[in-house]
Nanobody, 117 residues
């Protein structure tokens, strides 16, 4: 059974930074492309960032976070990170990591990011 675990969320002031962490069991994490999603209250879950498997060379970011967020993986720690800088109130949401959406079977608990203005 695949299980994703997200951590690193919290309360931050507008303009602040956070780093989210993602790990998983039940999959070949190191070779799997990993995606960060987020869901704000009363909104649909949306794509935030994706990093390819292996060395994580290919990275894709949503337009709304380009220039502020970065995604990368640490193979030694079997972890994918989402570095978030210049956070804005619109970034407040529950953040989830998972595989590409068409492969998702279940979701983890996510990690809450709250941005105060």
């Amino acid at each position: 059974q695949v299980q994703f675990v997200e951590s690193g969320g919290g309360l931050v002031q507008s303009g602040g930074s956070l780093r989210l962490s993602c790990s998983a069991s039940g999959i070949n994490f190191g070779d799997t492309a990993i995606v960060w999603y987020r869901q704000a209250p009363r909104k649909q879950r949306e794509f935030v960032a994706r990093v390819s498997g292996g060395a994580g060379i290919t990275k894709t970011l949503a337009d709304s976070v380009k220039g502020r967020f970065a995604i990368y993986r640490d193979p030694a720690k079997n972890t994918v990170y989402l570095r978030m800088d210049e956070l804005e109130p619109d970034d407040a949401a529950v953040y989830y990591c998972n595989v590409d959406i068409h492969l998702v079977h279940s979701w983890g608990q996510g990690t809450q990011v709250t941005v105060s203005s």
